[in-house]
């Protein structure tokens, strides 16, 4: 192995110890390319990179995202940031929104039947795969001509992490690249029924609540209101996925020999999972959580990544008064939290200098940055403290703002400590690195394996992950389909590629 590259294992989570604000994982919050033929011609100055495109139209991005369901003012809500980034940079966009149960399914036909975008949001889950599959452009010199101003604000080894084969394909989220995860209680619930947050550290913990919950609030009350999206969000932390996307197969987080491992068949897993299954019976979990694909508002308890003062907007969100939220996993750096949220550019787009800009304008212009957060300004939103402080007037703005850009142009919300990006600074520096870090598996010998792996994973995921299925009798059937698929190829070359990075 490289010198180099233990280097980078040494001190990378020293380095991204300067990224704020954890991606909120929560799935409910409201994965070869064409160089440009001028892709190594440098800007010649920071303003010459923001000058609006020569043609004599102003061109539309279609940037694709994920999100809730768009509210009435959407439309109009979009005009205004286009009137704005029009004048700045003469780009505008259209946002097309694929909501959180159907992410998966619309990004996956996008890419596989070459719809046209010009961006798309993505991570860890489908990163890797579409790279090889050529759907995304390769920015690596194209970022420093034509974003100079991104190029820079970004960390390199946050840079670095996004890389695949030594390329950059897409332009990585600054905030901060570790994970922390927390279970929110509603309030009301924790004081009518005595539930000691403090005391809850396992998903066991979590049984006499749930239980208390759905005694004293009747049959048609579901303490653990779950979507088929996520499941039971966070329910694989404890094992590195090495990017890949495909969790039946990653290495224990603090496995010191790394080992990989098929993750359903470690007994941690399998215990989860028949918990998760009793639940189901018990009718705790609603029954309609396989198939649900957008979350009810006020859940009395829900799983999140997040960071110190998210329960804020979640209280707006979900019309709740007063969430509880504790930290239960984390933080932790994994390669694939660094990847967890990213923009990519579409290979066959006509404008990948403009998308490159107009990214640079969304990380760098706290304006447009908290119009794309929060909505349309007078409407969702007022300022409280210029653009540092904002008051949220709706809950129906539905974009995710952790896929957008970086938080440190992001204002805080009211309610939310003032020193919030202090507090997740700190946070970073507690945190721990898988014994994995710094590893990014390559599947470039193993697409067919990986694209029919992940096909079998579809399609049992949602009934295993909310308990809807008995994992005593569909895990060894699903692990039968995963290796007939190719699981234990992608094993083998897994374990060689970690043994020679760690060598």
């Known amino acids: 192995m490289k010198k180099t590259k233990k280097k980078w294992l040494a001190i990378s989570a020293a380095a991204l110890l300067t990224t704020a604000l954890a991606g909120c994982g929560n799935s409910n919050s409201n994965s070869e390319s064409n160089t440009p033929a001028n892709a190594n011609t440098p800007a010649n100055t920071q303003t010459e990179a923001n000058k609006p495109a020569d043609s004599g139209e102003v061109p539309t991005l279609v940037w694709w995202t994920i999100g809730g369901q768009t509210p009435a003012n959407f ?27 159907d992410w998966d399914t619309k990004i996956n036909t996008i890419v596989n039947t070459g719809e046209p975008f010009d961006i798309m949001f993505t991570n860890n889950s489908k990163y890797s795969q579409q790279v090889a599959l050529g759907a995304f452009a390769d920015l690596t010199d194209l970022v420093q001509s034509e974003s100079p101003e991104l190029s820079k604000l970004i960390p390199q080894k946050v840079w670095d992490g ?26 009301k619930y924790v004081q009518k029924y005595g539930i000691d947050t403090a005391s809850i550290k396992t998903l066991n913990d979590l049984d006499k ?41 990653g290495v224990k987080v603090d496995d010191a020999s790394r080992k990989v491992v098929s993750v359903l068949e470690q007994p941690d897993i399998m215990d989860g999972l028949k918990l998760l299954h009793q639940w189901y019976q018990d009718g705790i979990i ?14 009395p308890f829900f799983a999140a990544q997040a960071f110190p003062g998210a329960e804020v907007n979640w209280q707006i969100t979900e019309g709740v008064a007063k969430y509880d939220m504790f930290q239960i996993f984390g933080p932790i750096y994994t390669t694939s939290t660094i990847q967890g949220s ?15 800009k107009y990214l640079q304008l ?42 957008q850009g970086t938080f440190f142009n992001l204002a805080v919300t009211k309610g939310a400590p003032v020193d919030q990006w202090d507090q997740v600074r700190k946070l970073n520096e507690q945190a721990t ?15 067919t394996e990986v694209a029919n792996t992940k096909a079998v994973w579809d399609k049992y995921r949602y009934e295993l ?17 995963l290796k007939a698929a190719g699981l234990d190829a992608i094993m083998k070359a897994a374990q060689e590629q970690v043994d020679t990075y760690f060598q």
């Open 75 to 101: 439309d109009q809500a979009i005009a205004a940031m286009n009137e704005y980034t029009a004048e700045k940079i003469g780009v505008k966009v259209d946002i097309k929104v694929a909501s959180w149960g």
């Open 162 to 187: 996004t890389k695949i084969g030594g390329k950059i394909y897409a332009v990585p989220t600054y905030k901060d690249s570790s994970l922390t995860q927390y279970w929110v209680f509603d309030d």
């Open 209 to 249: 609540p749930f239980r208390d919950m759905k005694a004293g609030e009747g049959k048609s009350f579901y303490p653990l209101s779950l979507t088929q999206g996520d499941g039971f969000n966070g329910f694989f932390n404890g094992y590195d996925d090495m990017t890949l996307g495909l969790a039946p197969v």
């Open 286 to 299: 609603n029954p309609d959580a396989p198939t649900k694909t957008e979350a009810d508002k006020a859940r």
């Open 342 to 356: 990213l923009n990519a550019i579409s290979a066959n787009s006509k404008y990948k200098n403009e998308a490159l």
């Open 362 to 403: 969304v990380n760098t212009d706290p304006k447009l940055r908290n119009m794309l957060a929060f909505g349309e300004l007078g409407v969702d939103y007022d300022n409280v403290d210029g653009e540092k402080v904002v008051e949220r007037k709706t809950d129906t703005w539905p974009l995710a703002a952790y896929t």
């Open 433 to 447: 690195s898988s014994a994995n870090l710094g590893f990014a598996l390559d599947i470039g010998k193993l697409s």
């Open 465 to 481: 992950l909310t308990g809807a299925s008995d994992p005593e009798k569909m895990v060894p059937k699903i692990v039968e389909e």
